[in-house]
């Protein structure tokens, strides 16, 4: 890897005498770390060193094949870069995490601070997970279906669409697209892309976001703006550019000193060569005043959908757990979604400023009078705990995985498939085959 010369500078003005070790640390394999999800059933493996700042973050000593373990693609775990769970701790330390929330993660995919959040939020908050880019927005929303939250929206805009719901959310995450100087040593392409130029266009970028972002935060709401960059013009520069033009105050945060991350001239560095992580910078804001007028749109109805009707309501008795209470809708191709019941207000409200989002869980839909379970409710935490099942060795849970045929000896209709007690997909046994109804765009494409 050769760094650029700019680069090197700017670390050396940075670090001074620890600039050697730094610059060691790029040259050594990147940790492996994973967040679990607390809320699946999922054992955490022993002798496995922990995450120091997130009490669920575990390391690897090497990296395993993540795609071939059944326990990753039912969502039991996210594969996350561990300065990245710092995140959870600054929440922690700055918002009640048991009140009722509306959180807005502005710049989520792939999912890892999505997931992270969700981990740590009440069945009673919203988590809204943003991603302007489609492709990436795919991604995010498949991450947060294997989570199996129903608290949640994801959706694909960019910022400027949110505008009009102003003093909104309690908490909002800008991990903002930056110069990735924080990934050089997984990445190698992004030393490739970087450029004294590029650190500049990715500033004003980030300002324009932020300049979106601003009036949708309540008073006393909290704003965390992250990158995974090291340069101060991405960092400090522009955390002093949001407190010099907008009603915010910086809150500090407390890391006890073994954690080994820097104070900066605003905000807090992770280094590799200090942490057990990358390149992290993360700085925290309370907003102090806000608009004294509301102007939001009021709609009656959820877009492109209708309550769904009694008679199949109590149809999916059998397959949606009883608590939390939920609402459902069906949209004009007769797709099924669930929402929590004491969300209905929030998404109500926040649905005129969505262009295309996804809500909830998807549950399904009727053939007549057959019901067909859509593959993220097989993923839910929703799911009714005693659908038809049938349990899988490690074997067929990859046969499964890859969309081939399994055997079973289970009567006929539809099973869940589980492995390890957790959720795959859906299997429909027939007398004379069994149908695997695993998509396949989540199928395992890898040779086994």
Not at 270 to 299: M, W
């Amino acid at each position: 890897m050769q760094l650029p010369a700019s680069f090197v500078s700017q670390m050396q003005d940075q670090l001074d005498q620890e600039f050697p070790d730094f610059l060691n640390a790029l040259y050594r394999p990147a940790p492996v770390s994973i967040h679990i999800n607390v809320l699946k059933s999922v054992n955490k493996k022993e002798n496995i060193d922990g995450v120091k700042w997130y009490s669920n973050g575990v390391y690897f000593a090497e990296r395993p094949n993540f795609t071939l373990d059944p326990v990753f693609q039912a969502g039991a775990y996210y594969v996350q870069e561990a300065s990245s769970m710092l995140i959870a701790e600054a929440a922690r330390q700055l918002i009640d995490l048991n009140q009722d929330l509306r959180i807005l993660d502005l710049c989520a995919a792939p999912g890892g601070k999505s997931t992270l959040l969700a981990s740590l939020i009440s069945e009673d908050s919203l988590l809204v997970s943003n991603e302007v880019i489609r492709s990436r927005y795919q991604v995010l929303d498949y991450n947060l279906i294997k989570w199996g939250i129903s608290n949640r929206i994801t959706t694909s805009q960019d910022a400027e669409r949110f505008a009009g719901l102003t003093d909104f959310f309690d908490l909002i995450l800008v991990d903002a697209p930056c110069s990735g100087e924080g990934l050089f040593r997984k990445d190698p392409q992004a030393v490739q892309e970087w450029s004294p130029e590029q650190v500049k266009l990715c500033s004003a970028r980030q300002q324009r976001i932020l300049t979106a972002t601003i009036p949708l935060l309540k008073p006393g709401g909290i704003l965390l703006y992250s990158t995974c960059t090291y340069n101060d013009l991405e960092n400090s520069d522009n955390a002093e550019w949001l407190l010099e033009n907008y009603p915010l105050e910086i809150t500090p945060l407390s890391f006890p000193v073994d954690w080994n991350i820097r104070d900066r001239v605003v905000g807090y560095q992770c280094y590799p060569h200090l942490v057990r992580g990358e390149g992290l910078y993360l700085s925290a804001f309370r907003k102090t005043s806000g608009d004294i007028q509301h102007n939001r749109k009021s709609p009656k109805n959820l877009p492109y959908q209708e309550p769904l009707s009694k008679g199949k309501t109590g149809a999916l008795t059998p397959w949606v757990a009883s608590n939390p209470s939920m609402r459902f809708f069906e949209d004009q191709k007769g797709q099924i979604t669930g929402i929590p019941d004491n969300q209905y207000e929030h998404i109500l409200q926040l649905s005129p400023y969505l262009r295309y989002f996804r809500m909830g869980t998807p549950i399904g839909s009727f053939k007549g009078k057959d019901f067909i379970p859509d593959p993220a409710l097989a993923l839910a935490n929703v799911l009714h705990p005693e659908v038809p099942s049938v349990s899988v060795d490690l074997d067929t849970a990859l046969q499964f995985l890859k969309k081939e045929s399994i055997a079973t000896t289970a009567k006929t209709g539809w099973h869940l498939v589980r492995f390890e007690g957790l959720g795959l997909g859906w299997i429909k046994v027939l007398p004379n085959r069994i149908n695997n109804y695993y998509p396949k765009e989540w199928r395992i494409r890898m040779q086994i």
